[in-house]
């Protein structure tokens, strides 16, 4: 067992196992009342069936959650992705909490601008200069190994979202079943509004720390580029 969970980095574990069984363990409890006999009859391999589909339902909501950023939501909360607009004139400051964060992400691309190839930062559109950035300072800070903060950011961040939509999902369940006149409605009723109140907190977590990640980048490469130009 101990091997088995070696396999597993912290990614998977905190952005995927642990929604999975957050998420698999909601759906138990919305169906319970109908599914509870056969879950009983299915002996100790129960729990290891559990495990995996945990872990296979995790997966579906990272997977269903980076489709819906990259079609939607990103457009909806911030204009675009993160990474092609925190630098863009009239839309960093969704990204950045003021003015002072806004001028340091363009002192980062000043300094990076001379390590790309002119010809094609030249030929690229907006979104893809910035991207260019935001990857550059992002390659530069893992060789140092200076992504520690920013890589929990993005951990919290989509756990945060996988759960969010685990959530929803169960909510989807609970409706088709109180619609069909499920045995026990009223509890899954006052359920629904609780997994509502819980969405709405990992929703907003969800955004604030896929900003937290932006923000600590670039103050992490800030400080390497101060201690480059202390070394001149």
């Not at 911030?78 to 863009?88: S, T, V």
């Not at 619609?179 to 977590?205: D, H, K, P």
Request: proline share 1%; net charge positive.
């Amino acid at each position: 067992m101990e091997k088995f969970i070696e396999k597993f980095n912290i990614f998977d574990i905190f952005t995927m196992l642990i929604p999975g069984l957050i998420t698999s363990c909601l759906y138990g409890v919305s169906l319970s009342f109908r599914y509870y006999d056969i879950w009983k009859g299915y002996g100790n391999g129960k729990y290891v069936l559990f495990f995996a589909f945990s872990y296979f339902l995790g997966v579906i909501l990272q997977e269903i959650g980076t489709v819906l950023d990259k079609k939607y939501i990103w457009k909806a909360l911030y204009g675009g992705e993160p990474r092609q607009i925190f630098l863009a004139e009239n839309l960093a400051e969704n990204i950045f909490s003021n003015q002072l964060e806004c001028k340091n992400a363009l002192r980062v691309e000043k300094y990076l601008k001379k390590y790309i190839d002119p010809e094609l930062y030249r030929n690229a559109n907006e979104k893809e200069r910035n991207s260019m950035i935001f990857e550059y300072c992002l390659n530069i800070c893992e060789l140092r190994g200076l992504t520690f903060k920013a890589d929990k950011m993005l951990v919290i961040s989509e756990m945060s979202r996988s759960i969010f939509w685990g959530c929803v999902s169960t909510i989807m369940i609970n409706l088709h079943l109180i619609s069909t006149g499920s045995y026990g409605s009223s509890f899954l009723y006052y359920e629904s509004l609780l997994l509502l109140f819980v969405a709405a907190i990992f929703w907003g977590r969800k955004k604030q720390y896929e900003k937290y990640r932006v923000r600590i980048l670039i103050k992490v490469f800030l400080i390497y580029m101060e201690q480059q130009s202390g070394k001149k």
